[in-house]
C-alpha cells in the first residue's frame, strides 16, 4: 500500500487530517530529504528512506519496491503530491510494471494556494499555473504557454521561477506577458511560505528585483483588475459593491 | 477579526488544521446554509448566520458588521476560501469602508485538487482553472480564455460548469477546445468530492454525457499526453522510465 502525501508548503497546521493520518499509517516514510525535514518530529518512530533533488525516479522505484515487500510506504511531496509532485510518477510507474499495489493520493495545500492567502486574495478569478523549469518540458512549451496565458488575461502563478541554473527564466517569462500587461500589474512574491524564513513582497511588472527569487518563492502576477491595496493584493470577482 | 475559511470539499479529514482552529477560535459563523450544513457538529456551541445563494454581498457585509462589534467572525466558503471563494470580496469591503478589522485567510483544498486525488494525477503538469459562470464575467472573456487555454494545451478544470440556468456552457467551451484537442482528450468528472453521494466518471471529449455534469461537479480535461489507465486519469510530467 502507497500513500502519496502532500503536507503543504510547511507549518504543520497547512496539512490536512488525511495526511497526518497516511503518514502515521505508514511504516516507511520515503521523501527528498529537505521536505524530510519538515516533517522528522511526526516520524521519529519510523523507518525514512531520503533522497537527494533529482532523484524523482530513484525515490519512486524505491518506494514501489518496499510496498512490494507488503510495507504501508507514505511519499512525501510539499504542497500538493499531484502537483508537480510525486503522484504521477508512482501511478506510471506502477502502470508499467503491472503491480497490483493499493495507492490512495492525499490531497494537500500547493504553493500557490499557501502563498495566496499571504498575500491577500490574488486568485479571486481565472489562473493558471506554469513551471518555468525546462528540465521536464522544452523551453518552446514553456514560452508559448507564458504568452498565451498573459493574452487570456489568466493571473498566473509560477512555480520553479528562478534558480542558479535557470536565473533569467523569469526574466524571459515577464518579457513576454509585457506585450498584454501594463508594467503597473501587480507581482505577489512570497517565499518560503509556512517556514520561518518566509517573506512577502508586493511589486510589480517592472519593478520587480529577480534577486528576491529563488526556487523556494511562489510568484503571483496579476490579472487586469488585480490592484494593491496596503499591503494586499486582490484580484475582484466582479462584485459590485 | 475576521477569518475567511477555506473547509474543502466537503469531508472532515480533507480540511487543514488551520481552518478546524479558526472555527474553533471563532464567537460567530457566517455562509451559505450548504456549506454550514458540512460543518454542523463542529458549530453546535456557535452564534450562526446563514444565507442563500448569491447572497455573496449580504453575507460578507454581515459578517463585516458583526466582526466590528468585536465579535471573532469566522466565514466560510467550499473549497479555498480564495478561489472564487469569499476572501477577494471581504477584503474588498473593509477596503471601502476603511475598517481596521483584522482578516485572516485560511487555506483549503480547493475542488480541483480534491477531484484529482480521486482522478489518479491528472494536474501533473501546467493547468488552469477556469470559471463558467457568466454572472460576474461576460461569457465573451470566458470563450477567449477556452480558447487560449487550450491551444496553450493546459490541462483546464471548469468551476461551475453546467446548471439548469446555464446548460449549455460546457458544451460550447468543449466545442471551442475542439479546434485544437483530439476528440479522445481524457476528461475526468467528479462530482460531490468528499460528500456521502461522491461519484467519479472518465470519459473522453467525444463521449461527454453532459447531464453527468451540474453546479457541484468538477471538469477536468486533459492535455495532449493526458491519458486514462484503468481507473485513473493521468498526466505525466515528462519523466523517461
Request: glycine letters at 8%.
Amino acid at each position: 500500500m502507497i500513500y502519496v502525501v502532500g503536507i503543504g508548503p510547511g507549518e504543520r497546521k497547512m496539512m490536512t487530517g488525511e495526511a497526518l493520518e497516511a503518514i502515521q499509517n505508514a511504516d516507511v516514510i520515503v521523501g527528498y530529504i529537505t521536505y524530510i525535514r519538515l516533517i522528522e518530529e511526526l516520524i521519529r518512530d519510523k523507518e525514512v528512506v531520503k533522497t537527494g533533488m533529482r532523484k524523482e525516479i530513484d525515490r519512486c522505484q524505491e518506494a514501489v519496491n518496499i510496498a512490494k515487500t507488503g510495507k504501508t510506504v507514505a511519499v512525501i511531496s510539499s504542497g500538493d503530491a499531484g502537483i508537480y509532485g510525486m503522484a504521477g510518477l508512482i501511478l506510471e510507474i506502477l502502470d508499467k510494471e503491472k503491480e497490483p499495489i493499493g495507492v490512495e493520493i492525499v490531497a494537500g495545500v500547493t504553493a500557490s494556494i499557501g502563498a495566496a492567502v499571504r498575500l491577500g486574495a490574488p486568485l479571486m478569478h481565472d489562473f493558471c499555473h506554469i513551471s518555468l523549469s525546462d528540465l521536464l518540458t522544452p523551453w518552446e512549451v514553456i514560452e508559448k504557454r507564458v504568452k498565451l496565458a498573459a493574452e487570456a488575461d489568466f493571473v498566473v502563478c509560477f512555480y520553479n521561477p528562478r534558480s542558479k541554473g535557470r536565473a533569467d527564466h523569469l526574466k524571459h517569462a515577464l518579457e513576454i506577458m509585457m506585450t498584454y500587461k501594463s508594467p503597473e500589474t501587480p507581482i505577489g512574491i512570497v517565499k518560503d511560505v509556512g517556514r520561518k524564513e518566509e517573506r512577502k513582497i508586493l511589486t510589480t511588472m517592472d519593478e520587480i528585483n529577480y534577486e528576491d527569487v529563488n526556487m523556494t518563492t511562489m510568484v503571483i502576477v496579476g490579472n487586469k483588475e488585480t490592484y494593491i491595496s496596503g499591503d494586499r493584493m486582490i484580484t475582484p470577482r466582479g462584485y459590485t459593491l
